[in-house]
């Protein structure tokens, strides 16, 4: 698989660190289940009330880690059903997601499992049961492309769902444009798996230390030997790690090899994105090593200078336990060090909803006065979430063949908007309490079964529908529709089309 790999190295940069602190990131961030706004740390976090119409808000009184851990959001355990938060976003903007955890349930009572999901395509499963019983909050993150000016972040639950998934805060931060820009944004996501700063026993890392409030975490424990950068001179560096990062360092004071199991959980079968972290603690070294990830050559020979370097592999691929090994290289008189790293799985991205299928169903929704709770975030995808009643086709090409919506105690009208479902075969909205005129539909060439019956739609007979060459089947009775139906209509149809006898 080594024909998937790409390895740059990156040095000196043109833009210094500055040593003042930086301006908050430009962010959107979301204190799930709150009412009200909240200043913290000098940062504005809004309640969830503009950005979701469902679940249960609740409070605990407990002592938490962060204000906004004492607030989350929950909702009902539905199989197959998705839960959205829909926020703007600047379109083909890079933003780092990040999702936060803690769990609010009673004594004995374990978190539940479940999925969340950015627009159509599955992120990760979310299992708190271990930080919970440290009395940890949980954090999950990646990066993704924008490719409206709105994402969503769903939660669904899967087959290992037990009680009510749940949600403490949502964050979306802009990114640089040249952070992780090796990926292929428009097939690929990145799921974060570790983020560390190495030799560091402190606190977690992050705004202000990181302009974009990227975690990173401390890795001190059972470290050979613990240095501190001082002497680094970091000038610049692409992907903006924090200064911080490069003031300790993991390493070994005698030219001899140094062995690190990072990640520390095993890593299923797939492609990740690896950046390594490096800066020289003293300008008079001959400290030259090499690099091995689980005996494969990572880079040989790298000598790095106190202006720092960074090395990355885009498509590296993994599984299991992960072993990096730094090897002094012929000559060297020193030991190896690193000083940070971050590791991220590249997830696919599954696909979005022809956008003509978007503006329909989104118009249709803002039509209904009751749309039904789940209508948010991708109409179709994962194709296990997809929306109440609607049905959609394979293939690359996604796109809405079917609502079924009968019985759904719907009000409202039903919107011209319809008509943008173009390959739509079956609708059907029966036994609701819609009204107003029933639109043109004789753009939706595909259509072979329409039932509008039992409903209070007006206004005259749509004639239109005797323009749609596949339509096998009308129903329409049971409404306060004027005028005839057309006589081609009735003889194409016969017994399959069903009016008032006003209308017959």
């Given at each position: 698989?080594?024909?998937?790999?790409?390895?740059?190295?990156?040095?000196?940069?043109?833009?210094?660190?500055?040593?003042?602190?930086?301006?908050?990131?430009?962010?959107?961030?979301?204190?799930?289940?709150?009412?009200?706004?909240?200043?913290?740390?000098?940062?504005?976090?809004?309640p969830?009330?503009?950005?979701?119409?469902?679940?249960?808000?609740?409070?605990?009184?407990?002592?938490?880690?962060?204000?906004?851990?004492?607030?989350?959001?929950?909702?009902?355990?539905?199989?197959?059903?998705?839960?959205?938060?829909?926020?703007?976003?600047?379109?083909?903007?890079?933003?780092?997601?990040?999702?936060?955890?803690?769990?609010?349930?009673?004594?004995?009572?374990l978190?539940?499992?479940?999925?969340?999901?950015?627009?159509?395509?599955?992120?990760?499963?979310?299992?708190?049961?271990?930080?919970?019983?440290?009395g940890?909050?949980?954090y999950?993150?990646?990066?993704?492309?924008?490719?409206?000016?709105?994402?969503?972040?769903?939660?669904?639950?899967?087959?290992?769902?037990?009680?009510?998934?749940?949600?403490?805060?949502?964050?979306?931060?802009?990114?640089?444009e040249?952070?992780?820009?090796?990926?292929?944004?428009?097939?690929?996501?990145?799921?974060?798996?570790a983020?560390?700063?190495?030799?560091?026993?402190?606190?977690?890392?992050?705004?202000?230390?990181?302009?974009?409030?990227?975690?990173?975490?401390?890795?001190?424990?059972?470290?050979?030997?613990?240095?501190?950068?001082?002497?680094?001179?970091?000038?610049?560096?692409?992907?903006?790690?924090?200064?911080?990062?490069?003031?300790?360092?993991w390493?070994?004071?005698?030219?001899?090899?140094?062995?690190?199991?990072?990640?520390?959980?095993?890593?299923?079968?797939?492609?990740?994105?690896?950046?390594?972290?490096?800066?020289?603690?003293?300008?008079?070294?001959?400290?030259?090593?090499?690099?091995?990830?689980?005996?494969?050559?990572?880079?040989?020979?790298?000598?790095?200078?106190?202006?720092?370097?960074?090395?990355?592999?885009?498509?590296?691929?993994?599984?299991?336990?992960?072993?990096?090994?730094?090897?002094?290289?012929?000559?060297?008189?020193?030991?190896?060090?690193?000083?940070?790293?971050?590791?991220?799985?590249?997830?696919?991205?599954?696909?979005?909803?022809?956008?003509?299928?978007?503006?329909?169903?989104?118009?249709?929704?803002?039509?209904?006065?009751?749309?039904?709770?789940?209508?948010?975030?991708?109409?179709?995808?994962?194709?296990?979430?997809?929306?109440?009643?609607?049905?959609?086709?394979?293939?690359?090409?996604?796109?809405?063949?079917?609502?079924?919506?009968?019985?759904?105690?719907?009000?409202?009208?039903?919107?011209?908007?319809?008509?943008n479902?173009?390959?739509?075969?079956?609708?059907?909205?029966?036994?609701?309490?819609?009204?107003?005129?029933?639109?043109?539909?004789?753009?939706?060439?595909?259509?072979?079964?329409?039932?509008l019956?039992?409903?209070?739609?007006?206004?005259?007979?749509p004639?239109?529908?005797?323009?749609?060459?596949?339509?096998?089947?009308?129903?329409?009775?049971?409404?306060?529709?004027?005028?005839?139906?057309?006589?081609?209509?009735?003889?194409?149809?016969?017994?399959?089309?069903?009016?008032?006898?006003?209308?017959?």
């Open positions: 698989m080594l024909c998937f790999l790409s390895l740059l190295l990156f040095t000196l940069s043109l833009t210094p660190f500055s040593l003042s602190q930086p301006p908050p990131p430009r962010a959107l961030l979301i204190n799930c289940g709150a009412t009200t706004q909240t200043i913290i740390s000098g940062r504005l976090w809004l969830d009330t503009d950005f979701i119409t469902t679940g249960t808000p609740i409070n605990f009184t407990q002592n938490v880690l962060h204000p906004t851990l004492s607030t989350v959001r929950s909702f009902p355990l539905l199989p197959q059903r998705k839960f959205c938060y829909v926020v703007p976003v600047y379109r083909t903007g890079k933003y780092l997601v990040r999702t936060s955890y803690y769990y609010y349930g009673g004594s004995g009572e978190p539940p499992v479940f999925d969340q999901i950015v627009d159509g395509s599955f992120w990760s499963v979310v299992n708190t049961t271990e930080d919970y019983g440290r940890d909050a949980s999950y993150e990646g990066v993704f492309l924008a490719t409206g000016k709105s994402m969503s972040v769903c939660l669904a639950s899967n087959v290992y769902t037990t009680s009510d998934p749940f949600i403490s805060g949502l964050e979306f931060v802009l990114l640089g040249s952070l992780y820009n090796s990926t292929d944004f428009g097939n690929s996501s990145l799921r974060l798996v983020r560390h700063s190495f030799g560091y026993n402190g606190s977690m890392i992050g705004y202000p230390d990181d302009q974009f409030d990227r975690y990173w975490e401390p890795y001190g424990e059972n470290t050979p030997t613990l240095s501190k950068g001082a002497n680094v001179s970091i000038d610049g560096f692409w992907n903006l790690p924090p200064r911080k990062v490069f003031q300790t360092q390493t070994v004071n005698q030219p001899r090899s140094m062995e690190i199991a990072w990640p520390l959980e095993p890593l299923r079968s797939s492609v990740y994105y690896i950046a390594l972290y490096f800066a020289e603690d003293t300008w008079a070294s001959s400290r030259t090593f090499n690099i091995t990830i689980n005996n494969v050559t990572f880079y040989d020979n790298l000598r790095v200078p106190p202006t720092g370097v960074a090395l990355f592999a885009n498509r590296w691929p993994l599984s299991g336990l992960t072993k990096i090994v730094l090897t002094p290289a012929s000559g060297s008189t020193l030991g190896p060090l690193i000083n940070g790293g971050e590791i991220f799985e590249v997830i696919p991205v599954g696909g979005r909803t022809h956008t003509r299928d978007l503006i329909g169903l989104n118009g249709l929704k803002n039509g209904f006065q009751n749309p039904p709770f789940d209508w948010n975030g991708d109409p179709c995808l994962p194709k296990e979430n997809s929306w109440t009643g609607v049905t959609c086709s394979n293939g690359s090409n996604i796109r809405v063949t079917g609502l079924n919506l009968t019985g759904m105690n719907l009000s409202g009208s039903l919107s011209p908007n319809v008509a479902l173009t390959a739509l075969s079956e609708l059907w909205l029966g036994n609701n309490n819609l009204s107003g005129s029933i639109p043109d539909l004789s753009t939706l060439r595909m259509l072979k079964t329409v039932h019956e039992d409903n209070r739609f007006n206004g005259p007979f004639s239109s529908l005797a323009n749609i060459d596949r339509l096998q089947e009308l129903y329409l009775q049971s409404n306060n529709l004027t005028g005839q139906a057309p006589s081609s209509l009735k003889a194409k149809l016969g017994s399959n089309l069903m009016v008032d006898p006003q209308n017959s």
